[in-house]
T-cell receptor, first 112, second 115 residues
Framework: QQQVKQSPQSLIVQKGGISIINCAYE??????FPWYQQFPGKGPALLIA?????SEKKEGRFTISFNKSAKQFSLHIMDSQPGDSATYFC???????????FGIGTKLQVIP | DAGVIQSPRHEVTEMGQEVTLRCKPI?????LFWYRQTMMRGLELLIY????????DSGMPEDRFSAKMPNASFSTLKIQPSEPRDSAVYFC?????????????FGQGTRLTVV
């Protein structure tokens, strides 16, 4: 049972396009929502994160949009580049237990 | 800073054998996490420690799995006996905040294959 549902599982985007990855959750105890980026053969690395009292956070070409009422959040990668090709994980932290649950991951391929 | 160091990077073992995975967290970090990654289940938290003390081991799949953190600079994850379904990539991560996962740093992982 996935507490954090992530889609799509794979995504192909042309260079310069916008990559969009969506996540949904049910647990209202989640209080922090990070996104991780993982390259082949490497461990995940924190990319950007948001708290539920904020509707949007932007860092460079990466933007998180957060809809608290719908219990959904998404990652937008603007002007996608081949170097962005990686697997992206959304995650959510349960503030009661300090435990983080990951989505299943989205494998992004940006083609020239 | 060398980052989180895991060893070995790859391990191939026969079913029934004991496997020990090792992790050296970043110096000064006081939280340590063990994760397992598979295609089917994604990233699963197995156990985490704060200040060398196990806080939550509810993700440890079976009694065959055990983890220790004898000091602030070393942790092990042991599987005894190993089974083919244990094949996965095991990650160790450390964080500078007690319970503050979002700033955790991951190691490069140990790819375990049990045949």
């Amino acid at each position: 049972q996935q507490q954090v549902k992530q889609s799509p599982q794979s995504l192909i985007v042309q260079k310069g396009g916008i990559s969009i990855i969506n996540c949904a959750y049910e647990n209202t105890a989640f209080d922090y929502f990070p996104w991780y980026q993982q390259f082949p053969g490497k461990g995940p690395a924190l990319l950007i994160a948001i708290r539920p009292d904020v509707s949007e956070k932007k860092e460079g070409r990466f933007t998180i949009s957060f809809n608290k009422s719908a219990k959904q959040f998404s990652l937008h990668i603007m002007d996608s580049q081949p170097g962005d090709s990686a697997t992206y994980f959304c995650a959510a932290r349960d503030g009661s237990y300090q435990k983080v649950t990951f989505g299943i991951g989205t494998k992004l391929q940006v083609i020239p | 800073d060398a980052g989180v160091i895991q060893s070995p990077r790859h391990e191939v073992t026969e079913m029934g054998q004991e496997v020990t995975l090792r992790c050296k967290p970043i110096s000064g970090h006081n939280s340590l996490f063990w994760y397992r990654q598979t295609m089917m289940r994604g990233l699963e938290l197995l156990i985490y420690f704060n200040n060398n003390v196990p806080i939550d081991d509810s993700g440890m799949p079976e009694d065959r799995f055990s983890a220790k953190m004898p000091n602030a600079s070393f942790s092990t994850l042991k599987i005894q006996p190993s089974e083919p379904r244990d094949s996965a990539v095991y990650f160790c991560a450390s964080s500078p905040l007690t319970g503050g996962f979002p700033r955790a740093f991951f190691g490069q992982g140990t790819r375990l294959t049990v045949v």
